[in-house]
Structures are given as C-alpha cells and as structure tokens.
C-alpha cells in the first residue's frame, strides 16, 4: 500500500510540472508576409544635356523621399516597387537661339527628379546587424522646371523620363523579424534621349543617394 500511495504522489507531481512545460514552450512569430519601408535620403544628380528643350540641367544636391512594397520570395529576399519624389535645384543654361521668357541667359531654377522601378532586396530577417544589397530597373523622370526668381515654367513642360538602373549596398539593424533600420549607399545609372544631341554627345547620366529609412513587415 506505501508503494502505491508513493507512486499516485509522483505522478501527481510530475503531471503539473509537465504540463506547465509544454504550456510554456515559445511559438514563433509567423514570417511577414509583405514589407514596406520608408526612407529619406541625399541626393546628387548628374548634369544633363537635353537636346529636345536645347538647355543644360545643372543640377545640385538634393533631398529625396522613397517608399516601397515588397513581397518575399525565398533565402529571405523580396521583390517589389519603390517609388521616389524629390525637388532639385539647378542652374538652367539655354542653348538655343531662342531663350525662354523668364530665363534669357541662364537662371536659377528648380526641377522635380522622380523615380519608378522595380526592386530586388537581399538580407536577413534575424535581430541584429546585417547586410543588404538593393537592385532596381526602371525609370527616372524630370519635370515642373521652374525659374525661382520668376516663377515662369521653363521647358520641358510635360515629364521627360529616362531609363534608369541601379545597385545599392548598406547595412541594417532589425530589432524584430518584423522591423529594421537601414542605411544604404545606392548608384544610378540613367540614359538620356539623344534628339537634337552630335552623335558624339554622351547621354549616360547618374544619381547617388545616400538614405536612411525603415522597413517593417505586416
């Protein structure tokens, strides 16, 4: 009879401790299904010599805003599109024998600098230091030339969009699965229209951007 009364304490006792283990063992976090950041960035943009307007875009640095939406795909890499705003100014340089009223020599001005592409992402998901690397195809547009000192809309009037690629390369810190801080060095390469440009003439353009953002999955 004692051995049977030790063995219904035992296992009275084991049972609850048992019980409480499997209650208490961590679930993981199901993995995001869609991603999406937001960043802000410096931007320089390369001159550009427009033979369709017949004027130098001298642009200077800017700020730039981009945000994002990607999807997963394997080894914790995402495909998506991003898109990007900045207003840039520059010193517009017409080269015409007809200059445009508000600009006769050359003028101060602004201009917005867009971007459209697609995107590929490689990084990790785990809470720490990482790497990444960003690679885009698409589309860089100009437009909204306008001189400062007056106003005036300068051409082109309408969007002059070129065809743009680009990688960039930078590091980030997740705090989550599900949210991370980055910061990434990209380069562009875009190609500009040749109308009304000496065969000679190089169309190739570039944009650097330097930005800080943050990603968060849902």
Same mark, same amino acid.
Request: overall charge neutral.
């Given at each position: 009879m004692r051995s049977v009364a030790f063995a219904c304490v035992l296992v009275g006792a084991i049972g609850p401790t048992s019980s409480a283990q499997i209650i208490r063992q961590p679930t993981r976090a199901p993995a995001p299904k869609a991603w999406?950041?937001?960043s802000v960035g410096l931007m320089d943009v =390369?001159?550009?010599h427009d033979g369709s307007t017949e004027s130098d875009w001298r642009f200077g640095n800017t700020v730039a805003y981009r945000i994002s939406l990607e999807m997963p795909i394997q080894n914790q890499s995402t495909i998506g599109i991003s898109g990007s705003f900045a207003r840039a100014p520059l010193t517009y340089v017409p080269l015409g024998v007809v200059a445009p009223a508000g600009c006769p020599n050359s003028c101060?001005?602004?201009a917005t600098v867009t971007?459209?592409?697609a995107t590929f992402h490689a990084g990790r998901n785990a809470i720490g230091f990482q790497q990444l690397i960003d690679i885009s195809l698409g589309a860089t547009g100009?437009? =909204?030339f306008r001189a400062r000192s007056t106003g005036v809309k300068l051409p082109p009037t309408q969007l002059d969009a070129d065809l743009l690629a680009g990688i960039g390369y930078g590091f980030g810190y997740a705090f989550s699965p599900d949210m991370q801080i980055t910061l990434v060095q990209e380069g562009f390469l875009s190609v500009h229209q040749r109308t009304g440009l000496a065969g000679d003439e190089n169309t190739l353009g570039r944009q650097f951007v330097l930005r800080?953002?943050?990603?968060?999955?849902?």
């Amino acid at each position: 009879m004692r051995s049977v009364a030790f063995a219904c304490v035992l296992v009275g006792a084991i049972g609850p401790t048992s019980s409480a283990q499997i209650i208490r063992q961590p679930t993981r976090a199901p993995a995001p299904k869609a991603w999406a950041s937001l960043s802000v960035g410096l931007m320089d943009v =390369s001159w550009v010599h427009d033979g369709s307007t017949e004027s130098d875009w001298r642009f200077g640095n800017t700020v730039a805003y981009r945000i994002s939406l990607e999807m997963p795909i394997q080894n914790q890499s995402t495909i998506g599109i991003s898109g990007s705003f900045a207003r840039a100014p520059l010193t517009y340089v017409p080269l015409g024998v007809v200059a445009p009223a508000g600009c006769p020599n050359s003028c101060d001005a602004d201009a917005t600098v867009t971007q459209l592409v697609a995107t590929f992402h490689a990084g990790r998901n785990a809470i720490g230091f990482q790497q990444l690397i960003d690679i885009s195809l698409g589309a860089t547009g100009y437009s =909204s030339f306008r001189a400062r000192s007056t106003g005036v809309k300068l051409p082109p009037t309408q969007l002059d969009a070129d065809l743009l690629a680009g990688i960039g390369y930078g590091f980030g810190y997740a705090f989550s699965p599900d949210m991370q801080i980055t910061l990434v060095q990209e380069g562009f390469l875009s190609v500009h229209q040749r109308t009304g440009l000496a065969g000679d003439e190089n169309t190739l353009g570039r944009q650097f951007v330097l930005r800080f953002g943050t990603r968060f999955g849902f």
